[in-house]
């Protein structure tokens, strides 16, 4: 999947990943007001309202875009209605040639992190079957429990050609907190992306390897360190766009063959029909507009790239 | 519900937690054979045949336990029909007057950990209505993020009388790799345990906090240091049995009241059965030998405590 994400990003000629995150809040009242009236003001109304928004903004933005990525949070809020909205968002993003990395932010310890591992990435046996419940291209994964929590993910990949990003440095305020603390002199983020590099040696694809890492876009100085450290780990960059980030905060993320990052955006698509620059499109385009604001981002990043590189 | 958890506690007199960690492995064939008979070999099945477990665990120990703690990966393996058998595993064990603990280890940025909080510890608005879609008592938190990702769990906890369990030392081997590192001269699993006493300072129950922590068996000298820098805080302590820990390891878990730790096994009570020590009962009574396993370990506890405090 790892080599897919790059032929991906190389024919689109856009290194940017959408991020679904659906807050109700974002779906405009129309689809709101029919899958209330479908469902009632239920969670089966807030699944069928997100899953409607979610389909339209992916056949709206699919030709210009490699990736995905659903944060499932937004999905869980729902409970089971909500994960099956999920699932369905899943499911229709693959079959429109997307690769399709979930925001799950999962770890525990082996056997655990093991379920999670097969559950997301691969496939689950029962008696003499065998299932992909989620069926995701990527997973996010938390590294604080260390190796033994990511090795089950490592084993999965590796059968599946399945990949994991792994949070090194998040892109919120307050991931300094841990994550900069500094051990023998260095911040720990230094320490988990060296393990990065280190778990993902055993799993290379052709240019990059399976095994990727999360770096916020917000925190561009730490990026340029951990492209280093991490050479052949592709970096997933949260927080660009609504979070502060800007495309020329982003060079340093890539590799000179620029390649090697991919920049995330939620909000700042998702919901752009509700900033000013798109307003003119109004809240039924907001198809539209989320494509309008694919392009500008691309645009944005591939011009600071030129640049730079 | 710490105060809950507390008055549970001593009115069973046993400071424990049964994890109900089903790996369809565990399940006997005859509960095996009549799910996939009903449903197929296939992942209804499975989530039918977990929940079948279950349910004859829980009315075998419900009356000698506090609290119980389900693995929820072990159910979201089975993708959507896994979590239903989770939620209804969660809904009946409420029932019976037990306090659920949701291992999920859920853990992300702001407006992202708010939706994992309404969704597992609160409730989720759509339209004019509110729904608590798994409805757990507590769950387990990842503090990799930092303050702004444990927030807003603590604002739905303040909300709902709900609590959390941040991990702080888990319980397995390589856990050391990033929870040990030296931070001034301090290993990080101190620095993340001063933050939980801090976050559970506004969060107190007539005891103890809602927040707790998540300290493993495993480690009993951390757990000696841990439990004097967080005197507040409950530890839920994973690793009794099958991870090696023992009664006796315990003791400083505890406070001098005798409380304020919750000692988990999950497979050491639910697979009781396969130990040559339960074997007697064979695997049609494996909920008896469950009971059997939870009573040893009660005693177990409570003398290694009567020796101590």
Not at 43 to 71: C, H, M, S
Not at 149 to 171: A, R
Not at 255 to 267: C, H, K, T, Y
Request: hydrophobic residues 40%; glycine residues 12%; charged residues 25%.
């Amino acid at each position: 999947m790892i080599n897919q994400l790059t032929a991906n990003i190389k024919k689109t000629g856009a290194p940017i990943v959408v991020g679904l995150d659906p807050m109700l809040d974002y779906v405009p009242g129309h689809i709101q007001k029919k899958a209330f009236g479908e469902y009632g003001e239920t969670l089966e109304g807030a699944a069928e309202a997100i899953w409607q928004f979610n389909r339209e903004i992916v056949d709206q933005t699919y030709d210009l875009i490699p990736a995905v990525k659903p944060q499932i949070a937004m999905y869980e809020q729902f409970g089971i209605p909500g994960l099956m909205a999920f699932k369905k968002t899943v499911d229709y993003c693959r079959e429109k040639g997307l690769v399709v990395i979930g925001d799950v932010k999962r770890g525990d310890i082996g056997s655990t992190s093991a379920a999670y591992a097969v559950g997301h990435l691969g496939h689950v046996k029962v008696g003499s079957r065998s299932f992909a419940p989620f069926d995701e291209d990527f997973a996010t994964v938390n590294p604080y429990l260390g190796s033994d929590g990511v090795n089950p993910f490592l084993k999965v990949c590796k059968e599946e050609k399945t990949g994991i990003f792994v949070l090194v440095k998040t892109s919120n305020p307050s991931s300094g907190e841990f994550q900069d603390r500094l051990v023998d002199g260095r911040p720990l983020y230094e320490l988990v992306g060296e393990k990065v590099a280190a778990w993902g040696e055993s799993l290379m694809g052709e240019e990059y390897s399976y095994v990727g890492a999360v770096v916020g876009a917000t925190y561009p100085e730490m990026g340029k360190v951990l492209r280093k450290i991490m050479p052949k780990a592709y970096i997933l960059v949260p927080g660009y766009g609504a979070q502060g980030g800007k495309g020329k905060d982003l060079v340093h993320f890539f590799n000179e063959d620029g390649l090697g990052a991919i920049v995330n955006s939620s909000r700042g698509i998702i919901a752009a029909y509700r900033q000013e620059k798109y307003a003119r499109y109004g809240e039924e385009a907001f198809g539209e507009a989320a494509r309008a604001a694919v392009e500008d981002m691309a645009a944005d990043i591939r011009e600071a790239l030129n640049n730079t590189l």
